[in-house]
């Protein structure tokens, strides 16, 4: 122990405890709460405040959305056992999981871009009104966050064939983890908000 | 986990130099694929301090228009993007970055440790601010011929305030370049922030509890907090901004029913915490040199800790007092009026501090404590005239006056610039292992003090005989002419303390005095070790024992107090060094290899940008760089073995 010191990244010894990548992806994730936040504030500042229509009453589909917000959240369910799984060194069973919490995300996309279209074709755009604008951005925003989590879950399923990913390198996936979860969060909040708090 | 359980670690100096980067340390190369925090340092500083010279020329093309009334020295058009431009250079290209060199060639040398938390990442920090600022600055070309005097830079004020700009009032690409430059600059930001708040809770020496750190590490770290917690506050506004621009989105369009207050809201609620990204790290810089200079402690340690992260909190409840003639009411100018009155306490702590660690002290009288000393002078009458905007009904009058233009250069200019001289002065012979001459320092100090209070004073009368900001020129017969023209005088008198300045680096690189591991008998870290230090930084992690605590292995103190010498060499943790104590295994110190990633992964966000304003394949193009950048960048092992 002596004597390999100090290559900044590698596993040691810190002052917190906690590896170096985990406060990393803590402290990041904290900077994205004000990133949401703040679109989620300008989303309700700008609530009733279109002048013309369509509203968000003529276009929410409860339903629909309620499904793949269901899907979205299962997918935390399915990362928590991809998780599980490589730190009891279950490889297999790890690549079921990712695959599954990737599937999951991806049917999670499908559905936004299916909403996305469905109201477009109701005129709704970017341009139309402040309903438009916000509601196109802050829900832009959440699925470019998905994507990019659905990439990260795909490139740990490639690595695990490389033999990158072992029981002692699970640190790995639980930082996708965090990072998937934290999307999952942001989308109770944002359907809370914008599709279950109904406009009067 | 700091302390026993961690034996200090011990190689020989030989094994460290002949193991470290073998090869790999010379050349323009191994700076461009460098992952040092040093050498990181070195180039944000030089990177800054080349845009403080554009961000300069830009003020003496102000003054020169100024100088005088009814001046057609620049057209209006001009005029608007050339101060539009000289703001966001100064805060976001000069202070900002030249506070991060500071932070990157310091704070790992202050708390013992071989090199930041994640050391390509600080590459990748300093290579997308360098590509943010070039991004910015091509703005200035994008207007038709240069040489006729047409600049495309962008022309609606560093505060970007909508609806100035949106499309309708300011066609054209200067705003986009703006928006989407700061919008670089901010990732750049955020991802030192990271890198540095991991350094400093994770990386500490072996007893260097967070009570032992010295107090720049500390403002470093409240300064950190305030980036990843500021930064996207502002790159949401600019999002919105740029779908407004770029995709017709209605964020600040009041035909349908966008509020451009929101703007407003948002730019100062990350506003007013920047200011304090701005002036944390100088205030961190002069509680350094105060001590040392003085030859005591730091006046009240814990206080001026507790200040400076009682400020990080308090800064995110005073950015309506940027607004108070926007109409918010009374109730809220009131709140934020007695919030912004509260701030002043710890500033005010602060400087009481500082001054009581002068007090007694056995001062020695050189440059880096005159640019100190000339902060301390110049921050409170900044702070003060601070306070008079706190006032609601005060503030009222100077709104849009000169004496809100001299208030906030005299906390910037006054505060943050002179003391990141003062480091400049302090640290240059840590890191070049020369002297910077001291009789140009002073030539440099007093030009630029003199210079400084005949540039700003002057625009506090302005302010209050009315004169407003912003306007590119101004009748005669209004009491103007005369502070305007000794306005201009001192700005060119700023001008040539810089000369002198740059002549004294010129000079002193190739014939300053040779400076030594410790020329100011300092307090902290970085002077136990070598100038300029090794790659490696500390050939043995020092065991830190105490506050000040290289000053302690130098010194005791008599039953007076007064500090006695230990005799040299008796505790001088660099001498356990040199011998190996018998442990050595052949294993040196391994540290992280030199890097393109950082580079390749950043000089996509250029691309991006330059796609978003003018065709959507570049964009495609330059997204696949900064993926194939981070991708490359992961599977590159962080270190060779």
Redesign the interface.
């Known amino acids: 122990m002596a004597h390999a010191v100090a290559a900044p990244t590698t596993h040691l010894e810190t002052n917190t405890g906690l590896d170096n990548r985990k406060l990393l992806m803590w402290l990041f994730l904290g900077s994205e709460c004000l990133f949401f936040g703040s679109f989620i504030s300008a989303y309700l500042l700008y609530r009733n405040r279109s002048i013309t229509g369509p509203y968000p009453k003529d276009l929410f589909d409860i339903p629909f959305t309620s499904v793949s917000s269901f899907v979205l959240l299962m997918s935390s369910v399915s990362m928590v056992l991809a998780l599980a799984a490589i730190q009891k060194g279950d490889l297999r069973r790890m690549r079921i999981w990712l695959l599954a919490t990737s599937f999951l995300g991806l049917v999670f996309l499908g559905g936004q871009a299916y909403e996305f279209t469905a109201f477009y074709r109701e005129g709704l755009t970017l341009k139309t009104n402040m309903f438009g604008t916000t509601f196109f951005v802050l829900t832009g925003f959440h699925g470019a966050h998905v994507t990019v989590g659905v990439l990260m879950l795909m490139s740990m399923w490639a690595a695990s064939f490389k033999g990158k990913i072992t029981q002692e390198s699970s640190l790995n996936i639980e930082l996708v983890g965090l990072y998937w979860h934290f999307v999952d969060i942001v989308w109770i909040v944002i359907f809370t908000m914008i599709y279950l708090v109904q406009p009067s | 986990?700091?302390g026993a359980?961690?034996?200090p670690?011990?190689?020989t100096m030989a094994d460290a130099v002949r193991e470290t980067r073998a090869g790999s340390y010379n050349g323009i190369w191994s700076w461009i694929s460098t992952v040092d925090h040093k050498r990181i340092g070195i180039m944000y500083g030089l990177t800054s301090f080349f845009f403080f010279l554009v961000g300069g020329l830009e003020a003496l093309l102000i003054r020169v228009q100024l100088a005088r009334p009814e001046n057609s020295f620049l057209s209006p058009d001009q005029y608007n993007r050339i101060f539009t431009m000289h703001g966001t250079t100064m805060v976001f290209l000069v202070v900002m970055p030249m506070s991060a060199a500071f932070f990157n060639l310091l704070v790992p040398l202050m708390i013992g440790?071989?090199?930041?938390?994640?050391?390509r990442l600080n590459a990748f920090s300093f290579w997308t601010f360098f590509f943010g600022g070039i991004f910015m600055n091509l703005s200035f070309f994008t207007g038709g011929n240069i040489l006729h005097g047409d600049i495309g830079a962008p022309d609606a004020g560093w505060f970007g305030y909508a609806p100035l700009t949106l499309n309708k009032f300011s066609p054209g690409n200067g705003v986009n370049y703006w928006l989407i430059g700061l919008q670089i600059l901010g990732i750049a930001s955020?991802a030192g922030?990271?890198?540095f708040?991991?350094t400093i809770?994770?990386?500490?020496a072996p007893g260097m509890s967070l009570f032992r750190m010295p107090l720049f590490v500390w403002m470093t770290l409240v300064t950190s907090f305030l980036l990843?917690?500021?930064?996207?506050?502002i790159?949401?506004?600019l999002?919105?901004l740029m779908?407004d621009r770029l995709?017709?989105?209605?964020?600040f369009n009041a035909a349908?029913?966008?509020?451009p207050l929101?703007w407003q809201h948002?730019f100062w609620l990350f506003g007013h915490p920047e200011v304090y990204i701005l002036i944390l790290p100088a205030m961190g810089i002069v509680s350094e040199v105060l001590p040392t200079f003085s030859r005591k402690p730091l006046f009240g340690y814990p206080f001026v800790v507790f200040s400076g992260v009682a400020i990080g909190f308090m800064s995110w409840g005073v950015w309506a007092h940027h607004m108070y003639t926007t109409g918010l009411g009374s109730v809220a100018n009131s709140a934020f009026g007695v919030s912004t009155i509260l701030i002043t306490i710890p500033t005010g702590v602060k400087i009481f501090n500082w001054m009581a660690t002068l007090w007694g002290g056995s001062i020695s009288f050189k440059t880096p404590l005159y640019f100190s000393i000339g902060f301390i002078a110049m921050f409170t009458i900044g702070g003060l005239t601070g306070v008079t905007h706190s006032i609601v009904p005060s503030d009222y009058q100077q709104q849009d006056t000169y004496y809100v233009v001299a208030h906030f250069h005299q906390v910037l200019f006054g505060g943050a610039i002179f003391g990141l001289f003062s480091g400049i002065y302090y640290w240059f012979p840590k890191f070049t292992g020369r002297m910077l001459s001291e009789a140009w320092g002073k030539l440099h100090f007093w030009l630029m003090f003199i210079g400084f209070n005949l540039t700003f004073q002057p625009m506090m009368v302005l302010g209050l005989l009315g004169m407003p900001r912003r306007i590119v020129t101004y009748p005669d017969g209004y009491g103007w002419s005369f502070w305007n023209a000794l306005a201009t005088f001192g700005a060119f008198m700023i001008a040539a303390s810089i000369l002198v300045f740059i002549y004294n680096v010129i000079v002193s690189l190739r014939k300053g005095e040779i400076a030594g591991e410790d020329p100011w008998d300092a307090r902290t870290l970085e002077w136990t070790i070598p100038s300029p230090p090794p790659p490696y930084n500390f050939a043995v992690?020092p065991q830190v024992h105490a506050l000040d605590d290289f000053w302690h292995r130098k010194y005791t103190e008599d039953a007076e107090g007064r500090p006695v010498p230990i005799p040299a060499g008796a505790s001088d943790p660099v001498a356990v060094a040199d011998h190996d104590d018998g442990?050595?295994?052949g294993?040196g110190?391994?540290?992280?290899s030199p890097s393109y990633m950082p580079l390749i992964a950043s000089a996509g966000f250029p691309l991006i940008g330059l796609g978003l304003i003018y065709d959507a394949a570049l964009v495609a193009v330059g997204a696949a760089v900064l993926v194939v950048g981070l991708?490359l960048w992961v599977l590159e092992p962080?270190?060779e073995a």
């Open positions: 986990m700091a359980t961690l034996t670690k011990r190689v440790a071989r090199d930041v938390a994640f050391p955020l922030g990271f890198n708040i991991v809770l994770n990386m500490r990843i917690f500021a930064m996207p506050v790159a949401v506004a999002f919105e779908f995709f017709d989105a209605n964020f349908k029913g966008g509020t929101l948002m992690v442990h050595g295994d294993h110190i391994h540290l992280p991708y962080p270190t």
